[in-house]
């Protein structure tokens, strides 16, 4: 699905107010470290008096010139690294604070080809505006590896917690670097979904783009489009934010209506983001028995063979929290 031309402009006023933002921020540091380090300032000053100079000697044919303002200005900012480090501020404490790094707060990139794209923080701030990602900005507040807990697990169940646990963590070491993909199943409550909403919060914080479905909402999603002959664009587009996104998520794969159409499609989007190498992550509370014998072998397949499975039980934690903070109202 294509942005409006007033999503398209919201996001980028979004990227101007985090650019001015950034700006205030550097120049306020500046002349905070000025009013601070004697001769900071005089460095500072030096710079721009150097560069029209060199220029002039350029122009009158001296060679050496750009040369030598290159050794200079070198020198002047090892000092200023060393005046900074000497009054107990970072090294880098004047360099601009971008949110993203790699787009410097602009949305765009360049690719090696020396082509503009849009940034993956850019995709992202798409995602949430075309498919009203709400459910997981809201999730991930929550849930996220700061607020994990081990205290509703015991024995064999918090063995299990405790490896899942570890092979998110290394999920989202590994993200960017190595195709990987999860299956969390099990019984209800036992902490799937919230898992999910960890390797979610961490990958959005890392700049990736995160396109969070739940099974029902899926594929009544790509029914309703596939159904009518008006939305062959929009089709398009939601195949291919499914199959380019940087990690997708399924959540509570089985509470949908499953038939040959949803089987086919989860088929297919399963195997075009293997080609992609792109990472899928899936919930389910059905059993590997259920996954194969509720939609087809190759899924089973594609899935016991792709994906490294996280098997979680225990009680409903769900039911566990509402306990104790009804015990906790009536104590």
Do not use: W
């Not at 009680?315 to 509402?322: E, G, W």
């Amino acid at each position: 699905m294509a942005l409006s031309n007033p999503q398209y402009e919201s996001i980028i006023k979004k990227y101007e107010r985090q650019r001015d933002a950034a700006r205030d921020l550097s120049e306020a540091r500046r002349k905070q470290v000025c009013d601070t380090i004697p001769g900071f300032r005089e460095l500072s000053d030096s710079v721009s008096s150097l560069s029209v100079a060199s220029a002039r000697q350029l122009l009158d044919g001296d060679q050496e010139a750009l040369p030598r303002l290159h050794r200079r200005l070198k020198e002047i900012s090892a000092s200023q690294r060393r005046l900074l480090a000497e009054h107990g501020f970072p090294p880098d404490y004047l360099d601009p604070v971008y949110r993203c790094a790699q787009c410097q707060d602009t949305g765009y990139v360049l690719t090696e080809k020396g082509l503009r794209e849009k940034c993956r923080c850019f995709r992202q701030q798409e995602i949430s505006l075309l498919y009203a990602q709400s459910h997981i900005q809201e999730m991930v507040s929550r849930e996220n590896f700061s607020t994990l807990s081990y205290g509703y697990y015991q024995g064999e169940d918090l063995r299990r917690f405790e490896a899942a646990v570890r092979i998110c963590q290394k999920f989202v070491e590994n993200s960017g670097e190595v195709y990987q993909n999860l299956f969390f199943y099990g019984t209800v409550g036992t902490g799937k979904s919230f898992l999910s909403g960890c390797i979610a919060d961490e990958l959005l914080r890392k700049g990736c783009s995160v396109l969070y479905f739940s099974a029902s909402g899926l594929f009544e999603t790509l029914a309703r489009h596939s159904f009518d002959p008006k939305s062959k664009g929009t089709l398009q587009d939601l195949y291919e934010d499914l199959h380019g996104c940087d990690l997708l998520i399924i959540d509570d794969l089985g509470t949908e209506v499953t038939n040959s159409f949803v089987t086919s499609q989860l088929f297919s989007c399963l195997c075009q983001r293997h080609l992609g190498r792109k990472s899928t992550l899936i919930s389910t509370n059905i059993n590997l028995e259920e996954l194969r014998d509720r939609y087809s072998d190759r899924i089973f397949s594609r899935v016991t063979s792709g994906f490294t499975l996280c098997r979680l039980t225990g009680p409903d934690i769900r039911i566990l929290k509402k306990r104790l903070a009804n015990t906790s109202s009536t104590a």
